[in-house]
Each structure stands twice: as C-alpha cells, then as structure tokens.
C-alpha cells in the first residue's frame, strides 16, 4: 500500500490530505481545527486528523507532497523587483527576512515541523514539492469522471503562472499553455474585492453576491483601461491602475481617480448603487474572459469534458453561465477549489505522474461527496453533549428525520451536523444551517439573527437531484453547490411596475418565487443537487420536507457565523447554537430544542470572530 500525504500551506486556506494507493482517505483544512478562518500555518491539526483518520503514523507515510516550489515562487518576487525597482523597496524588503528564514529552505523548514508528529520520522528524502497549478489541474482532473478533459486552472497566482490549461487522458496530465504574474483574473477579482471594501483572500464570493444588485456600467471603462482581453480570453492587466506588484495594496490612485472614488472603509462606509454597480461590472467582465476562454479551447482541441480548479472557479455565477453557453457536454469542478485543495492534487498528481499508477473512472467521481473530514459516532457525541451541561432526547433514524423536517416546515433554523465534514469552502449538509425556502423573512432572518452579516448574501438551496429540473434551470448533477441556473420561469413570482423600479438592497425585500430564501435578486440560485447514494441522511430529510410540504428544496447555509470557519466538532456546534438565534440542533441522534437549554450557556457570539 502506498500512503501519500499532501500539504498545502503558508499562503492561504493551509489543508492536508491523505491518499492510500491513489484513493482520497482523508482531507480537511486547518482553519476548522484552529478556528482561524482561512488559517495559512503549517496545517499541524489538519495533518494530525488525516494521519489518524488513516490510522497510520507519518513514518509509515512513502511520500509528502507540498503543493508549490518555494524556489521558483521566490524568483518571482526578485524579478518582479528588478523590473519594477526602485519602486515596490517597502513591500520587497518586509518579505525578504521571511523568505531568506524560513520559505526557502522549506524542505528543511517541513522536515523539522513533520517531526513534531512522529519522532521515528526520519527521511528527509520523502518529501517532495509539486507546481502550484499542477497541483490544483491535478485536484480537478484526477478525482474526475472523466476519462479526457480539458482542465483550465484560474487564481490569484502561483509560481509565476495566474492561468493554465492542462489536457487530462486516463493517468496523465500535462500544462499546454500558461498566462504569467503580474496578469492575473483572480488579482484582478481581487482588486475589485478591495476597492468595494471587503476582505482579499477571502471577501471574493461577497462581491459575486453584490454584482446582481447593480448594473454593468463599468464594463466598458475595465475594459479600455484595466484589461486588454483577446478573441481567445487571454488577457493582459495594465500595471498602472494596479499597486500589488510593488506596494502593500490591491490598487492604486491612479485607479481610485478613474472610478471616482477611494476605496470603501467597510468600518465606516455604508455600501451604495457604486458599489453595486462596480461589482456587477467585474462580474460580466470576468464572465465574459473564462466563457472567451472555453469557447477558444472547445475549438482547439475539440475535447468536450471541462474540469475546473483555482479561487476563479468558486466563482459560481462564471460556472453556471459557462455550462449554459453549452461550450461543453460535461463540466466537473473540484469542491475545494482554492488552495486548500492544492494539498489534495500534490498528493494526486505524485501517485499518477511521479509513480506512473493507473487510473480508475467512475461514472460519479472520487470525492465521496466531499465529506472527507473528521467525523463523530453518536456515543461521542452524547458524552460531549453532556459534559457541555446541554439538554437533548435521542431519536432513532425515522423519528428524527421526522421531527427535524415538522420543525423546518415550521420555520425553525436548524444547526444540522452529520457524518463526515465537508472539504472546501460550501457547507453540502455534513455541516450546515437549514431553513425553509417558502418562507419570504428567512434570508433576512438567517443572515442578521443566525450569521450576524450583511443582509444581501443569498442562500443556497440543496434540492432532490430528480427534482432539480422541475424547480431551477439545470438538470446536471451539482453536488458542489458550484453552479448558478435560474429558478424556473413558473416559479416565480412577476415583479409589478413599482417593484421593477426599486434599486439596489430595497430590491431584497421582493417575494421573487415560491421559493424566496435562495431566490437572489436575479432569478437565480447556486444549485446543490442531493442524491441517495452520496449522503443518505440529508437525501431522507429533504425527502421528508416535500412530503409535507410538496417542495423538494431546503435552505442550506454554512454551520458558523461571520468571520468563524464552519464548526468542525459538537462542542463547536454547541457553542454556535447557544450564541445565535437557532432554534433547534440536530446533532448525531440528538435533538436540542434552544428554549430548554440552561440560559446562562448562552454566549455572545457577535463579537467572537474577526469580521470577514
């Protein structure tokens, strides 16, 4: 048996994952064992969880795999420099000490904190470091149902590379054409994050949220000023306007002075129609380069499965506009697309690349749904349950399905934590709040009692997958909740005049379908599809909702609040419970009903994290 285990860490969203003759064991990112949200440390927990989920010690491990080269990401900074000298001198010599302590001697920087995990652990020589967007096409491309795919590859940056495409047949996988630093969609997205006042790094989905408030009346301006975007989707980004390259900002004057207007200070500036619009402006530009893109690899090399990897493939909203292009038959995008998934695609690609092993296709595909995170038995859980002071009945399988589903009918938000943990970003019902979609105040409620943020983020719905199409406009699988279609056209509800001429977030208040909660302000909705065979449970309640309700959707939001990682254990859960307004937790076996919990467990919840 060959145990390979991957590491992805040091930049941002630091995981782990553990694979046993090329099948996916284990993976989970660091932030939900530190509760730091998008934790970039050396992912010590994480390799703790995915070594003893394995039951194997890291000295019984063949190979670890990091999932860039420090060496080339470092030649990067310096030319970047040299190009760029004198300017950037502040940036370049706040990352030098860093770089010449600890990141380019990594192997011996690794090797020194693996040993903190098994002291028998002694061979330097099995650590290996793959390519940043090797590791994240290899992500996409080998847990895949695809036998062959074109893999397209887009994010902040890597070593130098910003965007590839890599062809995948059976076992192999090779990069064919790359775009370099400084030109960049993911640093372009980002940009924009910055200058609409949210978090790099992490506030990209926020301003996808916001995009369909406004409308696109910057497009032109991006374009002319910002972005030289050819027939094929490649792209090159006009340094001017940008300050990542030499100072410690996204963006510049000279880019403040072409929009109008400072970038937003989220503590004091309230987010106006500007905002809106200019984020609903980079939105299409960004929809218009990857679908520029697909549409020139269709045509090159006439492959018609597309697989997807990097931060620019969260983009949900790019992915359901490509597959309703039709550019392609089928699309397959890894769940944990950003970097933490990386550490997944070190370990992949060293299996089939490096040791020249196999491939096995499965008509699903390799991720068992994504839920590869740590799990709890019902025993544990009572014992934790208890040793909290918390008040709970324990229900077989049937009663409980039962209850949770008469308490969502009734418009109660659920905390719902069941089997395995999910890896990537999307809660997919291992580790989620539920609601009920009928109801018109729950997207309100949820966001300002339950999620403590901003009252435009939309909902996903999780819905049968052999009901997806008579409710939204897709009938493919999306267990990854990765895609947008638009809710079906006798769903919804037809504003009047006078709604139609509302703007920006009073927009919200409107009743848009019969399924309000995850309708957005577009008609649409980021889809995730449950099927029987990947998550029995939750496929039992959703069934048990439409059985009373005839609506085979429910709303299903990440188990956390703002700024916290998703809760990853029953005392996490517990604690998220007592600080928001949930009514219920369904935990394991057990049922917790908020009003007969000892109130002064109740914690304050709204100041515990760093806003995101």
């Avoid at 903190?116 to 020589?125: L, T």
Wanted: charged share 25%; aromatic share 12%; with cysteine.
């Amino acid at each position: 048996m060959t145990k390979i285990l991957g590491i992805s860490a040091f930049y941002h969203d630091s995981a782990a994952a553990i694979t046993i003759d090329g099948k996916i064991v284990a993976a989970a990112q660091e932030e939900r064992f530190s509760r730091k949200k998008h934790d970039p440390r050396y992912p010590y927990n994480a390799i703790e969880f995915v070594l003893n989920f394995a039951k194997i010690k890291l000295s019984e491990v063949d190979h670890i795999v990091f999932f860039e080269k420090p060496f080339l990401k470092f030649e990067r900074l310096l030319e970047t420099y040299v190009a760029m000298a004198p300017r950037g001198f502040l940036q370049f010599s706040k990352a030098m000490p860093t770089w010449l302590r600890e990141k380019l001697f990594q192997k011996k920087m690794l090797f020194n904190l693996l040993k903190k995990h098994d002291k028998n652990f002694k061979e330097i020589s099995k650590i290996s470091f793959s390519e940043h967007h090797l590791s994240h096409a290899a992500s996409a491309f080998f847990p895949s149902p695809h036998e062959e795919a074109i893999v397209l590859t887009a994010d902040g940056v890597g070593e130098w590379a910003t965007t590839t495409v890599a062809i995948g047949k059976k076992n192999s996988l090779k990069i064919k054409k790359e775009i370099h630093f400084p030109h960049s969609l993911g640093l372009l997205y980002s940009a924009f994050t910055y200058y609409t006042g949210f978090k790099v790094n992490s506030g990209e989905y926020k301003l996808m949220g916001l995009a369909p408030y406004g409308e696109p009346k910057y497009v032109d301006l991006i374009e002319k000023k910002l972005i030289h975007i050819k027939e094929d989707g490649s792209f090159r980004l006009n340094q001017d306007y940008f300050n990542y390259t030499t100072g410690l900002s996204m963006t510049n004057e000279k880019f403040h002075n072409l929009f109008g207007q400072k970038p937003r200070d989220s503590k004091k500036d309230k987010i106006t129609q500007f905002h809106m619009d200019i984020a609903s402006s980079i939105q299409s530009v960004t929809e218009d380069i990857m679908i520029k893109i697909c549409k020139s690899l269709r045509k090159e090399f006439n492959i018609p499965n597309l697989c997807l990897a990097g931060g620019v493939a969260l983009n949900c909203v790019a992915n359901g506009k490509i597959l309703k292009e039709k550019i392609f038959e089928k699309i397959w995008i890894q769940p944990a697309a950003g970097d933490a998934g990386g550490s997944l695609g070190a370990a992949l690609a060293f299996w089939h690349l490096e040791l020249k092993k196999s491939r096995e296709v499965t008509s699903k595909d390799a991720m068992s749904g994504s839920y590869l995170g740590p799990y709890f038995d019902n025993e544990e859980i009572k014992n934790k349950l208890n040793n909290l002071g918390a008040k709970f009945e324990i229900l077989e399988d049937d009663a409980l399905i039962e209850k949770t589903a008469d308490d969502l009918s009734k418009g109660n938000a659920i905390g719902w934590f069941q089997g395995r943990m999910e890896f990537g970003p999307r809660a997919l019902g291992g580790r989620s709040i539920l609601g009920d979609p009928r109801s018109s105040s729950m997207q309100k409620n949820l966001n300002l009692k339950v999620k403590y943020r901003e009252s435009f983020r939309p909902f996903a719905p999780s819905v049968l997958r052999d009901d997806v199409n008579e409710w939204f406009e897709l009938n493919e699988d999306s267990p990854y909740m990765l895609l947008v279609a638009d809710i079906k056209r006798e769903k919804q509800n037809h504003m009047t005049e006078d709604e139609k001429k509302l703007f920006g977030i009073d927009k919200l208040n409107i009743k848009r379908s019969e399924i309000p909660a995850v309708t957005h302000v577009d008609y649409s909705a980021r889809i995730q599809t449950v099927s029987r065979d990947t998550n029995k449970k939750y496929y039992d309640l959703i069934n048990k909702f439409k059985d009373k309700t005839n609506c085979p959707v429910i709303v299903n939001t990440s188990f956390n609040v703002r700024g916290e990682p998703i809760v990853n254990t029953p005392e996490d859960a517990f604690n998220c419970f007592m600080g928001t307004e949930l009514d219920n937790l369904v935990i394991g076996n057990c049922y917790l009903i908020k009003e007969y919990q000892n109130p002064a467990l109740k914690k304050d919840y709204t100041k515990n994290f760093e806003l995101d």
